[in-house]
């Protein structure tokens, strides 16, 4: 049975592992959430909102009950997102780049519009207002060296947990367990943070969770 590693939150790990059956798999949990307690009221003043993670998705989603319009990352954060009839989706982005360049061109009042994100971000919008909804802490130590031995597999969902296994694995110096590994990443960024130390690199056809495993299975079955 071929070893596959899952690097997301143990609740992400497990809802995974129902989709890996006939893999053996190891869960190393790199990322956990914290949600913040908000006043959600005093952002209805906004007219725009903006969301780059899934798990800023699932919060507002759940608590944001006001008429705006989203702009957003990934289609798995809008289908989240549908179940809010309150919000508007307004455009799916690839990347929180494409977003910020839309929004600060000029066409937009920027005092109109709340990004709602983790304490962690990738990109800045700058001038636009953000709010902390929720906080993210990173693993710091592999406790289990003793269970890890080489994995044929690795699922990498972003570029800072990529980076984080990837100084927990030296730390530990645990790198050659992941050496002949295929690495299953949601895009090139990820992808090329691990590139000097696996096996193989593939991408799914959409930066999307689904099309990850797809892709997994897909994969081994032609090996």
């Not at 957003?72 to 690839?94: D, F, K, P, Q, T």
Request: charged content about 25%.
């Amino acid at each position: 049975m071929k070893r596959i590693l899952l690097t997301r939150s143990a609740e992400e790990n497990s809802l995974l592992e129902g989709y890996l059956k006939g893999f053996e798999v190891i869960s190393l949990p790199l990322i956990s959430y914290t949600d913040m307690p908000i006043k959600w009221d005093d952002f209805r003043k906004y007219t725009y909102i903006i969301v780059t993670s899934k798990h800023a998705a699932l919060i507002v989603a759940r608590n944001f009950l006001f008429k705006a319009k989203i702009f957003l990352v990934g289609r798995e954060s809008a289908s989240i997102l549908r179940s809010n009839h309150c919000l508007e989706i307004a455009h799916i982005a690839s990347n929180a780049s494409e977003i910020k360049d839309m929004l600060l061109s000029g066409a937009y009042d920027k005092s109109k519009i709340i990004y709602f994100s983790g304490n962690i971000i990738s990109t800045d919008f700058e001038e636009i207002t953000r709010q902390i909804i929720y906080e993210v802490e990173y693993l710091r130590e592999i406790s289990n060296c003793a269970t890890l031995g080489e994995v044929e597999y690795v699922l990498l969902y972003s570029k800072n947990v990529a980076k984080v296994l990837l100084n927990l694995l030296k730390e530990s110096n645990l790198l050659q367990i992941i050496r002949n590994s295929v690495v299953i990443a949601i895009s090139n960024s990820v992808g090329d943070i691990l590139s000097d130390h696996v096996s193989r690199i593939i991408y799914p056809s959409e930066p999307i969770s689904r099309e990850m495993i797809n892709l997994l299975l897909e994969y081994e079955r032609e090996q």
